[in-house]
């Protein structure tokens, strides 16, 4: 671990030079058409797998859609990625492709239900933060080349505090941590938010309670959280809303294909809808370039 920080920062040592001149020269153009979109990036994480995030990334996303946004949704769960299963994906090609110069980005991306776009998992996230200064340039370029054509970017967190996860939540404009009523999700969605706040600064969070009975049970679980973390650590948690437990999302699973879409009428599905519109109104951060670009200039200037 400790190795691997020495590493990462030699790597960044060596190449900032070059790294701010690729920053400055993707920031050019884009001073210059400030009629850019700004993007919604948004890192779904949690600290217990098996909670939800996948399900919620890609319901949001589908809601997303149906409300009118192009939204690409990045699977970054390189232990347990399933997007493409979740969605039924026949999927060839990742990030690690475009890495490693066998394909465009938008080669990589599919096409997924309700206009949905999906970026499926790379092995090669690990990989990104160690990036030689012209690969940075190109895939940052990459991205922006995206940037005209997409409202929101999801990213699915793998859980836990791996350093993808770090990377990814540092990087993105809204960190959702997904949690269930159970002792290990609550400890380990604290301990997540407690490094994300300690180590590196991150001062807001979204909770989702997932899998709930009620609409009062998921007030409760979120509550239950931010005390302890309204005691303990220096950050803003906001209740994003809950997903009730419902057998509906389960079958939905089982046919590989968003509750959203298989079952729009259950209540998990409401419940995505409802979270959208919250989502949706969000304001966006505004910057010259929109977010994209900086998420993607974040997670290289990163360790790992
Ligand atoms: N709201 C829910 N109601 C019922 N079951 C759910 C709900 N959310 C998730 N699940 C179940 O939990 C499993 C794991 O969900 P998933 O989204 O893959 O979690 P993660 O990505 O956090 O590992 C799903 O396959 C589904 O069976
Ligand atoms: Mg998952």
Not at 32 to 51: C, L, M, N, R
Not at 173 to 200: F, H, M, N, W
Not at 230 to 242: E, K, S
Request: proline residues 4%; glycine residues 8%; aromatic residues 6%.
């Amino acid at each position: 671990m400790v190795k691997d920080q020495a590493a990462g920062l030699r790597a960044m040592h060596a190449t900032q030079g070059i790294q701010q001149n690729s920053i400055q020269q993707a920031n050019m153009p884009a001073q210059s058409s400030s009629e850019k979109q700004p993007i919604k990036v948004i890192t779904v994480a949690s600290g217990k797998g098996g909670v939800g995030k996948t399900n919620v990334s890609v319901n949001l996303g589908v809601a997303l859609s149906r409300l009118g946004h192009r939204v690409l949704l990045m699977d970054a769960d390189m232990g347990l990625a399933n997007v493409d299963i979740m969605l039924g994906l026949q999927t060839d090609y990742n990030l690690s492709h475009v890495l490693d110069g066998e394909k465009t980005l938008k080669e990589v991306i599919v096409e997924g239900p309700a206009g949905l776009k999906v970026i499926p998992a790379a092995s090669g996230v690990k990989r990104m933060a160690q990036l030689s200064p012209m690969e940075n340039a190109g895939i940052i370029n990459a991205f922006s080349d995206l940037s005209d054509e997409l409202d929101v970017l999801i990213v699915d967190a793998a859980a836990g505090i791996a350093d993808s996860v770090v990377s990814f939540c540092r990087a993105a404009q809204e960190v959702v941590v997904v949690v269930t009523d159970e002792p290990a999700s609550i400890t380990d969605a604290y301990a997540l938010i407690k490094v994300l706040s300690r180590d590196y600064g991150l001062t807001r969070f979204r909770l989702l309670a997932n899998m709930t009975r009620s609409a009062k049970h998921g007030q409760l679980l979120y509550q239950k959280l931010a005390r302890v973390c309204d005691q303990f650590l220096d950050v803003a948690i906001d209740y994003l809303g809950t997903v009730p437990f419902d057998h509906d999302l389960r079958s939905a699973v089982q046919k590989q294909t968003p509750v959203t879409l298989a079952s729009p009428n259950s209540d998990a599905a409401k419940a995505f809808r409802e979270i959208a519109r919250k989502v949706d109104a969000w304001p966006v951060q505004q910057g010259p370039t929109g977010y994209l670009q900086f998420f993607v200039e974040q997670l290289f200037q990163q360790n790992g």
